[in-house]
């Protein structure tokens, strides 16, 4: 056989190669799936991106009629999680409940087991919940610019806000609210965010920023006082309340979002079957309505939404953490 022979055989052998990959691909995603899919949720059962979870995974098991098993791999700020969502098989079969620590963490920590922008493929952005600024009831303001002119009068440092810890995504709004305004506010971590809301309550802390939907009975009730809204719209619950851009704060813009990402390197098909598959149960009105009573607006859409969420917040909460010298615990 001559050079030029095997030449032409090695070559007809690559495109009859390259032929059956190209057929097979459509094949094996038309497969998926065939077996139990697991989610990987980096916080607590009972929370909102576990509620989540679950409602969604129980959904596709019952249209997939495969098992959908939700795994809480808690620790470390939501660190563990994510690290477990990167490292995994990328055959399709995981996939990461991820929240808004996927982007302040990185912000926070200069060494992590996983990249947050290469270890991943985003696959949908499941909604969003509204933060608001609220004080309590022993401060005057009626209004955020009224609360801004009266933290200004006060002595540097004797005003307090509370968050469930440091780097949470209410401690570093908080922040830039108080990059935006020049304010000085001494930063109390709680343990979470019960504490943090009944220290609010109570006084002992003057400000605080939280997601709406934990706030919302004390608000009702009087018991705190809702001074804007710090996403880029106001919220049903509180039309009154205005945001911050409409309080003379435009800079200031924050809100906690929930997405799905799998781990890199998952085939393309089977992340756009996951994402057609959750764009479809979002759009059911039984499930608009659950995922309202959790506080989430619900998003969907294409990866690259989710993708522009995360580049942008990784950058900005970088910004944050610099400018504040802020450090992980």
């Known amino acids: 056989m001559t050079m030029k022979t095997m030449k032409i055989m090695n070559g007809l052998m690559l495109a009859a190669l390259a032929l059956a990959l190209a ?57 563990i999680g994510i690290e477990a969502g990167a490292k995994a098989n990328p055959d399709g079969y995981t996939f990461l409940f991820s929240a808004t620590a996927f982007s302040t963490l990185p912000a926070l920590r200069a060494q992590l087991p996983y990249d947050p922008v290469k270890g991943f493929a985003s696959v949908i952005l499941l909604g969003k919940s509204p933060l608001v600024l609220a004080v309590s009831n022993g401060v005057p303001a009626r209004s955020a610019r009224e609360f801004i002119d009266y933290a200004h009068k006060r002595p540097p440092g004797s005003l307090n806000y509370g968050s469930p810890g440091v780097g949470s995504v209410h401690h570093l709004s908080m922040e830039m609210f108080k990059q935006q305004t020049g304010l000085f506010l001494t930063h109390i971590p709680y343990k979470g965010t019960a504490g943090a809301l009944n220290d609010l309550a109570a006084g002992h802390v003057e400000a605080s920023v939280v997601v709406l939907q934990t706030i919302l009975p004390l608000a009702q009730s009087g018991k705190v006082r809702v001074l804007a809204v710090m996403g880029p719209d106001r919220v049903s619950q509180l039309p009154q309340v205005p945001t ?14 929930f997405g799905v990402t799998a781990p890199a390197g998952t085939p393309a098909a089977l992340i756009a079957r996951m ?55």
Do not use: C, H
């Open 23 to 79: 057929l097979g691909q459509p094949v094996w995603a038309q497969d998926y799936p065939s077996r139990q899919i697991q989610f990987i949720v980096p916080s607590t059962p009972g929370t909102t991106g576990d509620q989540l979870a679950r409602l969604l995974g129980q959904r596709i098991s019952q249209r997939w009629n495969v098992p959908v098993v939700v795994d809480n791999k808690v620790g470390a700020g939501g660190m």
């Open 244 to 257: 911050l851009a409409q309080a003379g704060v435009p800079k200031v813009v924050s809100e906690a979002w």
């Open 275 to 329: 994402n057609a598959e959750i764009n479809a149960l979002l759009a059911l009105p039984d499930i608009k309505e659950a995922i309202a009573k959790m506080g989430v607006e619900p998003a969907g859409g294409e990866p690259r939404e989710l993708d522009a969420q995360v580049r942008a917040e990784l950058k900005m909460w970088s910004d944050i953490v610099k400018r504040g010298k802020i450090a992980a615990e």
